[in-house]
């Protein structure tokens, strides 16, 4: 049995969904049980969602209840088209209802003119409520035997509201209780991603990009042999085609490589999501649902088993002094073609800020990088990069809610400045690992490139470097040229 989810692009209107459904239906041909369904929201509708919630509490409500109506028409347009009648009405009373509530919050919002993030969770996850409501119904209405699970009694979180962490325990036995009986009955359960409650029944969201972590705690949860995330590209590609044009499809990597591509910006996969996948070894594979025949991208802990996606080089005879070469561990002799391992894949984030704490008190001592940690954990504020000298360290962050706190708390024992407009360019691959020369031509690629900063993390799977963000394009452009094409 495999666990299916579907992002934004994948339920967008009724013919992504139609798409959705023998997507659905060829699964559980094949397998005899399941799938199990996980669904984002519609695309573009927690955007709106979040903008709506903005506007209320900022006292515009003649902004804010246009974005509801808009909304509940697309929804109920959509379910309309997708369920014939009369069983049409019921999903169509629920889809009204729902935006009822709304409408009650927004105008609640708007007298208190303040967004609490218990709050902000109520508003963000109705979109997944509302397109796993109507996937459910669309999939019945086609012949297919399905059931919604509302995610709010099946993922269970922590209080920590608009980045909620799951309860692995709790959110087992509830997915137990909800989605196993379902699926023994020869069912599909259909839930809704990014959502979940706390352990006093309070509304939760697992932060934007968390339906991928709802698919795969469902995954963990009810034993599924494959996760797979349904999105709108062909699978990881070994770089970022709004840069890269000529972007490649990478058919297998592992758990670790994926984690640090997406960490690091690779968007087709939440960087949460690989975590319950490895802890109980199911694959991933990412699936284009536009072309649903395609092998897409498979995930698994030994990636490729050590076989490296290679790359053939043709050794061509210079002189009988220059009989042989190197290419990675290879030793080959003039004429001869052969195969050398490459990188696995590129990837980068923007909007990033360099921090920047200097203090002659570093020096000879110990407890300052704690003490500069701490103020990071006050505030909740995650750290992607750091490095160190005797009396410096350059930390960088891309978010930047609190950035205004922390440069002022760590200013009461060091100097601080702020650097913005950053990004972090990432070159990815386990080969890393027994080929450090090729961390070195990394680097000599991007000799005419201004970097500010450079790491390779413990594992020695990537090799980060910081950079201007006007200087990003080039930078990728040039790697990929060099170890892709």
């Not at 979180?157 to 009986?181: G, I, Q, S, V, Y």
């Not at 025949?293 to 002094?321: C, K, V, W």
């Not at 930047?400 to 024992?413: M, Q, T, W």
Request: proline share 4%; net charge negative; with cysteine.
């Amino acid at each position: 049995m495999v666990v299916q989810k579907f992002g934004g692009t994948s339920v967008a209107d009724p013919s992504a969904i139609r798409r959705l459904i023998e997507i659905v239906r060829t699964a559980r041909a094949r397998d005899g049980r399941g799938p199990a369904v996980v669904v984002s929201a519609m695309s573009g509708v927690t955007d709106a969602l979040l903008a709506m919630a903005t506007a209320a509490g900022s006292d515009r409500l003649a902004d804010a209840l246009p974005i509801v109506e808009q909304q509940r028409e697309r929804h109920l347009a959509a379910a309309r088209e997708l369920v014939p009648p009369p069983a049409q009405q019921p999903l169509l009373d629920q889809i009204g209802d729902h935006f009822n509530q709304l409408t009650g919050v927004v105008r609640a919002l708007a007298v208190l003119r303040e967004v609490s993030p218990r709050t902000l969770d109520v508003v963000a996850s109705a979109g997944e409520l509302l397109s796993s409501r109507m996937v459910a119904a669309a999939l019945i209405a086609a012949g297919v035997a399905a059931e919604w699970v509302d995610a709010r009694t099946a993922i269970v979180t922590n209080d920590d509201h608009t980045r909620a962490a799951p309860l692995t325990r709790e959110t087992n036995e509830a997915l137990a209780r909800t989605m196993l009986p379902v699926l023994d009955a020869g069912r599909i359960p259909v839930v809704g991603g990014f959502v979940g409650a706390t352990l006093d029944g309070h509304t939760s969201t697992l932060g934007r990009g968390g339906s991928d972590y709802s698919g795969a705690l469902v995954g963990a949860g009810v034993g599924a042999t494959e996760i797979q995330i349904w999105t709108d590209v062909d699978g990881m590609l070994s770089a970022d085609p709004r840069v890269v044009k000529s972007a490649r499809l990478v058919k297998q990597l592992s758990f670790a490589e994926a984690a640090e591509l997406a960490y690091f910006g690779a968007k087709v996969l939440h960087p949460s999501t690989i975590l319950p996948a490895v802890e109980r070894n199911i694959p991933v594979r990412i699936l284009n649902s536009w072309k649903p025949e395609a092998t897409g991208t498979l995930i698994t802990a030994s990636g490729s088993s050590g076989a490296y996606e290679r790359e053939e080089y043709y050794i061509q005879p210079a002189s009988e002094r220059a009989a042989h070469a190197r290419v990675g561990h290879t030793v080959a002799r003039a004429g001869q073609t052969v195969a050398a391992p490459r990188l696995t894949g590129l990837a980068s984030k923007r909007d990033v800020t360099v921090i920047d704490i200097t203090s002659s008190r570093m020096l000879m001592a110990y407890g300052f990088l704690r003490r500069v940690f701490e103020v990071f954990e006050r505030f909740r504020t995650a750290v992607d990069m750091v490095t160190t000298s005797e009396v410096s360290v350059s930390i960088t962050v891309d978010d930047r809610r609190h950035l205004d706190e922390i440069v002022e708390a760590i200013s009461e024992f060091a100097e601080v400045s702020v650097e913005r407009d950053m990004a972090l360019l990432c070159a990815v691959g386990d080969v890393l690992r027994d080929m450090p020369e090729l961390g070195g031509k990394v680097i000599g690629v991007l000799e005419e490139v201004p970097l500010r900063m450079i790491s390779q993390a413990a594992s020695r799977r990537n090799i980060t470097v910081v950079l201007r963000q006007s200087d990003l394009p080039h930078a990728m452009e040039r790697l990929h040229e060099e170890f892709f094409q």
